[in-house]
Each structure stands twice: as structure tokens, then as C-alpha cells.
């Protein structure tokens, strides 16, 4: 691979990253707008955990 190639790589990589971070920002700032307004109307933000024995599959026969 030559010293052009990883250029190119290095490029591409910068943008999905860029890209990756620009979405988590907006979903962040998403996720604060949301939980503020719950806030607002005194409801109870109850995170999600995902577990063995609370996931469908978990039900299913062997």
C-alpha cells in the first residue's frame, strides 16, 4: 500500500469520524432538550437496561 493510499484511508477515516461525531452531538443535545421538557411536566426518565432475563429471547424454547 502505498504513501497515497494512506492518505486516502486516513481521509475517509476523518470523515466517518467527523460524521459519527456530529450525529452523537445532535442526538445528545436531542436527548437534553427531551429529558428538560419531561422535567417541565414532572415526569420520570427511567433508563432502558437490557437483560437476560427481561429480553424476548429469553422466553423462547430451546
Do not use: F, W
Amino acid at each position: 500500500m502505498g504513501a497515497g493510499d494512506k492518505t486516502r484511508e486516513c481521509t475517509t477515516l476523518q470523515r466517518r469520524l467527523d460524521a459519527a461525531a456530529t450525529a452523537i452531538g445532535v442526538l445528545y443535545h436531542d436527548n437534553t432538550l427531551l429529558r428538560e421538557e419531561l422535567a417541565a411536566h414532572g415526569a420520570t426518565v427511567i433508563p432502558c437496561t437490557a437483560s437476560a432475563d427481561r429480553h424476548p429471547s429469553a422466553d423462547a424454547p430451546t
